[in-house]
């Protein structure tokens, strides 16, 4: 697979890694994205361990934003990822970064990091784009690149850090977003969105963004309600977008597709169906480097029957208050809490309970409250917290390394790779 053959590596082609080579040998600078699998930004279950993982390997990773509160603790956050990179380059920056021998042409250079930022849309509405203009100064005192106002704010923090790869938009208006990318991020940084209906996709590409991921119903997280299976949802992108790509020159953005996908045949018939990459979140979930804890990455890897063992509510994002707007909810493991919603929606026909209501469903006789919720997160307990996962997890059997993982997906572990 070589980046200029694939639009989505294609993409990212001025992303490079420079390795030193050794005693006697000439560095050499290659593309750090040669793989077109995208690692999903997954609140609580990616961090800086299997974003670098999944760089160092030529994949492209997600760092997932989540719920943020702290920016200062994001853009902490970020810079653990960058001595994990395995390139001598990114090491020196870091290096330079701390000392004042850094030159102009130096600091000049936007020089990109080998990972996307994920943004859940409708909250970077809640907190205000402050973390995003900062993130997306990167490298730091850039004229050009710095809004009015966010220069001095910006922490120590933008000195170590450079541009990431992209950003990624989910689950909400990214317009005003896009907007901002474009007008104060750096040239070259990439627009990615994750959409759940060929209308969105349509508007995405009338809107210029650069990649598109198709999130299908199989898959783990959140989710649109309307949301359809990918095997009827990619092919009819597809048409969509080259039909407008004929009758109006728009521009047909890169393809990737997202929901269950997790062994090689399916890595293929995406492929097939028109996507040029895929986004996995489950799949990551059970590796080594993913910060989720071991005995929820024991309970994905035993779930099995996938399409039964999952299902799709809303009643967590109930209880733990997030606030999620009409229309999305998520797909998770089963357990007592995804029962005991279905029995009421048979038995008494309580549909979506709300607010106080939601809470009384977490003991037995119905008589919860939000203390008994406090006590379920506190011990991590999965018969009543949720377990985000897609359908994919039928096929999940064994914990390995990403990138062991991402190899058996693209079919390259014979080969070693
Ligand atoms: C544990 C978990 C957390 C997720 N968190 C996010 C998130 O914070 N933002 C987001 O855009 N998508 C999130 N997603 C959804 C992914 O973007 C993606 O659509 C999904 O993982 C693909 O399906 P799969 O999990 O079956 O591979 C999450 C998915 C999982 C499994």
Do not use: C
């Not at 048409?239 to 009758?247: H, I, S, V, Y």
């Not at 929820?296 to 997030?322: Q, Y």
């Amino acid at each position: 697979m070589t980046p200029a053959k694939n639009q989505f590596l294609a993409l990212f082609s001025h992303i490079t890694r420079r390795s030193r080579g050794g005693v006697g040998k000439v560095a050499t600078t290659t593309p750090w994205f040669t793989k077109p699998i995208a690692s999903a930004p997954m609140n609580g279950w990616s961090g800086p361990k299997l974003v670098a993982a999944v760089a160092n390997h030529g994949g492209v990773p997600i760092f997932p934003i989540g719920y943020f509160t702290d920016p200062a603790a994001i853009l902490k956050e970020l810079q653990n990822i960058l001595p994990l990179l395995s390139d001598n380059e990114q090491q020196d920056g870091i290096d330079n970064s701390h000392g004042d021998n850094g030159s102009e042409e130096e600091a000049t250079k936007a020089e990109f990091l080998p990972y996307a930022v994920g943004f859940i849309t409708f909250w970077l509405d809640r907190q205000g784009p402050d973390l995003l203009l900062k993130i997306l100064e990167g490298q730091g005192d850039l004229p050009h690149s710095t809004p009015s106002g966010t220069a001095s704010a910006t922490t120590g923090a933008r000195k170590a850090l450079r541009p990431p790869a992209a950003v990624w938009f989910s689950f909400g208006d990214y317009r005003p977003y896009l907007k901002l990318v474009r007008q104060y991020g750096a040239a070259g940084t990439r627009v990615i969105v994750q959409v759940q209906t060929v209308q969105e996709a349509i508007d995405a590409q009338q809107d210029g963004v650069d990649v598109i991921v198709l999130q299908g119903t199989e898959s783990g997280g959140h989710g649109a309600q309307r949301v359809r299976p990918l095997l009827s949802f990619i092919p009819e992108v597809v048409d969509a977008l080259q039909e407008r790509e004929k009758t109006k020159g728009l521009k047909v953005p890169a393809i990737l597709a997202a929901g269950g996908i997790s062994v090689n045949a399916q890595w293929r018939a995406a492929q097939a169906l028109g996507a040029s990459g895929v986004v996995i979140g489950t799949g990551f979930m059970p590796t080594f480097e993913s910060p989720g804890p071991q005995h929820a990455k024991e309970r994905i890897l035993n779930a099995g029957d996938g399409g039964n063992s999952t299902v799709r509510t809303r009643i967590f994002d109930e209880l733990r208050e997030f606030g999620w707007p009409e229309g999305y909810d998520g797909r998770v493991v089963r357990n007592l809490v995804t029962d005991r919603e279905e029995e009421d929606l048979k038995t008494r026909g309580v549909f979506e309970p709300k607010g106080a209501d939601a809470f009384k469903i977490l003991r037995e006789d119905r008589t919860g409250t939000k203390e008994d919720w406090k006590l379920a997160v506190k011990n991590q307990d999965l018969d009543f917290i949720p377990l985000w996962a897609g359908t994919g997890v039928g096929l999940l059997k064994k914990q390995m390394s990403a990138a062991e993982w991402i190899d058996q997906l693209l079919g390259e572990s014979e080969k070693g790779n």
